[in-house]
């Protein structure tokens, strides 16, 4: 049976986010319903609500940095129970049979991972909605846990900023004796300081912005580097075996590479689109470097993470908001005002 759920959404790509009503579908076999509890804000939020990447179906209610406890499972679920604190980041289903899907990289699904909104379910064809919500129901394949001792707000951005960082982090053998820097300090990158500190490598941030040297030691990183000094830029010369690449617009790459080791790779995880200006090959050909591209993570790579922060205690630093004042957030978001990503306290819905 449906239940009717209130929401926030977005009806166009100009309109404010507002109360919106819908109806979540009733449990199927493996299915877990969820009360939210918190919820993260991504710039793919605001990028997916004003039609930022085109495709957006309206009204869509974004969210995908989501935290809650269990209230209902379908009669096929054993791995959760009702009272559990689980999350749920971009993906709710895959195709699960693809080679992508068989390696636990769903987020790779030959057919298209079904994201958790403004895409359609692969069984009733209705559209999904977000964690800006009161409930969601989602296949237990697609269900974290959530470890004790996690704070649960600071655990929200780990769906997506965490993951995303993650990922690349272990895929490229981010660890002791391994030089890794992180290109941006925002909700991404703070997370990929944290991370790549706690996996034992040497961590460097680069940042445009004289001033943030002590948050990003406070974070994790062992120095920094104005990426606008030149003499600075020289002094790192050869010398990182991975750069994680977190800014979210097109930007140049050039003064990057060099400061790659021989195999190094620099991996964008914040930018989707074409470069501007291009990559010079000279310094990738010279070295056997590479410029490659990573998404979020899959199920079993994301349980990992969550897994490794609950070790070490590791969560966002966040600013937690009411439901109510997202169009604001939205807006400070775009100035880079937050320190470092927001979070939805879901029970101010309520209000």
């Not at 359609?120 to 296949?139: A, M």
């Not at 300081?193 to 706690?198: F, G, Q, S, T, V």
């Amino acid at each position: 049976m449906t239940t009717n759920v209130l929401g926030y959404a977005a009806s166009s790509p100009t309109s404010a986010l507002a109360p919106y009503r819908f109806q979540r579908r009733g449990l199927r076999s493996d299915d877990v319903a969820i009360e939210v509890l918190y919820c993260g804000v991504c710039h793919s939020d605001l990028h997916t609500a004003r039609n930022d990447w085109g495709g957006t179906q309206y009204p869509v209610v974004p969210g995908h940095e989501i935290i809650g406890r269990v209230t209902e499972v379908g009669p096929g679920v054993t791995r959760f129970k009702a009272g559990d604190r689980v999350g749920v980041g971009c993906m709710v289903d895959s195709c699960r049979h693809c080679n992508p899907c068989e390696r636990g990289l769903e987020q790779y699904c030959a057919e298209g991972a079904t994201f958790t909104y403004n895409a359609v379910d692969r069984h009733d064809h209705t559209p999904t909605q977000g964690g800006y919500s009161q409930r969601v129901v989602v296949s237990d394949r697609f269900v974290l846990k959530v470890p004790d001792g996690l704070d649960l707000a600071g655990a929200a951005p780990l769906l997506c900023a965490g993951i995303t960082t993650w990922s690349p982090l272990r895929h490229w053998g981010a660890g002791p004796g391994r030089k890794v820097a992180v290109v941006g300090l925002g909700g991404l990158g703070h997370m990929a300081l944290k991370l790549a500190r706690a996996l034992g490598a040497d961590v460097t941030l680069f940042t445009r912005s004289p001033g943030k040297e002590a948050d990003a030691l406070r974070l994790g990183a062992h120095q920094v580097v104005l990426s606008t000094d030149a003499v600075q830029m020289a002094a790192v010369g050869g010398r990182f075996d991975l750069i994680i690449d977190t800014v979210p617009y097109a930007h140049d790459l050039n003064p990057y590479l060099p400061t790659l080791a021989i195999d190094g790779t620099l991996v964008l995880v914040g930018y989707l689109g074409d470069l501007d200006p291009l990559v010079n090959s000279v310094p990738l050909i010279m070295g056997r470097k590479a410029v490659a591209g990573s998404l979020i993570g899959g199920i079993p790579e994301t349980q990992e993470m969550l897994d490794f922060c609950g070790q070490h205690g590791i969560t966002s630093d966040i600013e937690l908001i009411r439901m109510q004042e997202i169009n604001d957030a939205y807006e400070r978001m775009l100035k880079s005002d937050v320190k470092y990503r927001f979070v939805i306290d879901m029970a101010s819905l309520k209000d």
